[in-house]
């Protein structure tokens, strides 16, 4: 049908084309609004930024490993809150007496004694433990904030691709209209042979953009799937709408550290060094036992009881504390660092939102509107043979660029976003 609307004959004159031309848009508007309702009918399932990162979270390997870590840390605490198990000596023998016919017994002891800790050593080991279950919590946040990022990054990507997918496919859709325009124009003598070859290679380039652009989203669709377990279909496709994003003023940079799980994970693990430091300092305190002894001798039985002091004389435990208070120096030192690292991550991600949202905004002003609007006016023009095609190659490279760099703008915000979540901690893709 298309080759009658394109076919000419001698004498043909201006109104005659004009209604091939008429006809032309006619036939190719029916046949996009007829691929568009096939696609419609087979378009798979949209997935959201939501749904996304909640297919991540339960397929996240890590669940694994941080379920063992928190089993390990609540372990760790009921054995803190254990007291020391009771200890049982028996002894037995011979005795012979001295005396002259005194004959032999058999001779038997028992003892019972029961360790005392100190309350402060109970405490610390307590606190200690307590420490280790807050840190595997905030292991826990730390993951989720590292796969919230991750998420919204692989996110952004796959809708970044489909849409200059979609872009390349509508270039190649607009160079082959205007390629049925030039073909028109050369067979009338409107136009030079050279501006179909000029269209065709322009054609070709268009259909090698698209093929290169679906094998960019497949690698897109690939980094996100596996973040989801590989458990999204090939040809799966995200919600075609950027996920908002807030405005950075509303972030503090200064204050930004305060929930930050990864310093609240080292602030965990200081207070455990602390709290090992005071275990340490306490095990250069005597060791306490009270306990009940029976022994039935040659001549005598005996019951009675004793108190067991283990005398720190020679080994005070100087090294231990020494090694304890370096850890908690350590710590220290990690803690400050952390928190400058953290005011500053976050302070750059905030500079780059801006920046993002700023480059955007330039585009959100009818730029693209106008990029468009050129076109098509410059379309009709060389249609009535007012311009050059190179003048129409011109316009149309244009109006895509300016679509590109506009895509491109959002991809950034995108991007920067999810550094400034990464920075903040946040375990969660809502703003």
């Not at 919204?152 to 849409?163: E, I, N, P, Y």
């Not at 209209?177 to 380039?205: C, M, N, Q, S, Y």
Request: with cysteine; net charge negative.
């Amino acid at each position: 049908m298309l080759n009658c609307i394109l076919r000419t004959h001698p004498g043909d004159g201006p109104r005659r084309r004009t209604v091939r031309f008429a006809a032309l848009a006619l036939g190719l508007a029916a046949a996009v609004g007829l691929a568009a309702a096939v696609d419609a009918s087979a378009a798979p399932t949209r997935l959201t930024l939501r749904e996304v990162f909640e297919l991540a979270v339960a397929a996240n390997p890590n669940q694994a490993v941080l379920a063992a870590r928190r089993a390990e840390a609540e372990a760790e605490r009921r054995r803190a809150a254990a007291y020391p198990n009771p200890e049982v000596e028996i002894t037995a023998g011979w005795a012979d007496g001295r005396d002259t016919g005194a004959g032999s017994r058999a001779t038997m002891g028992a003892e019972f004694a029961q360790p005392i800790e100190w309350p402060a050593v109970r405490r610390a080991r307590a606190a200690a433990a307590a420490a280790g279950v807050d840190a595997a919590a905030w292991y826990a946040a730390l993951d989720r904030a590292v796969l919230a990022a991750e998420v919204r990054r692989a996110f952004g990507t796959v809708l970044f691709r489909q849409r200059m997918l979609a872009l390349a496919r509508e270039d190649a859709a607009n160079a082959a209209e205007i390629e049925a325009i030039v073909d028109l124009r050369v067979a009338g003598g409107e136009a030079a042979e050279l501006d179909r070859i000029k269209v065709r290679l322009e054609r070709l380039r268009a259909d090698r953009a698209v093929g290169a652009e679906a094998g960019r989203l497949a690698s897109a669709r690939t980094g996100l799937a596996a973040l989801c377990g590989d458990t999204l279909p090939a040809d799966f496709e995200v919600a075609d709408a950027w996920p908002d994003n807030p405005e950075p003023a509303v972030v503090n940079p200064a204050a930004a550290w305060t929930d930050h799980p990864a310093l609240r994970l080292q602030e965990a693990v200081r207070a455990r060094h602390e709290q090992e430091l005071r275990l340490a300092e306490a095990a250069g305190r005597p060791a306490l036992a009270l306990g009940l002894a029976a022994a039935r001798e040659y001549d005598a039985n005996s019951l009675g009881g004793f108190l067991r002091l283990e005398l720190p004389a020679w080994d005070r435990n100087a090294g231990g504390i020494a090694a304890a208070a370096a850890r908690c120096d350590e710590a220290d030192a990690q803690l400050v660092r952390l928190r400058r690292d953290i005011r500053r991550d976050v302070a750059l991600a905030v500079q780059g939102l801006e920046q993002a949202l700023t480059r955007r905004a330039a585009f959100e002003g009818g730029l693209r509107q106008a990029a468009a609007e050129a076109y098509r006016i410059e379309t009709l023009r060389y249609r009535e043979g007012e311009v050059d095609f190179l003048h129409l190659l011109d316009t149309c490279r244009t109006a895509r660029q300016v679509e590109v760099e506009y895509l491109l703008s959002q991809f950034d915000v995108q991007m920067a976003r999810a550094e400034l979540d990464r920075a903040l901690g946040k375990g969660d893709v809502e703003p």
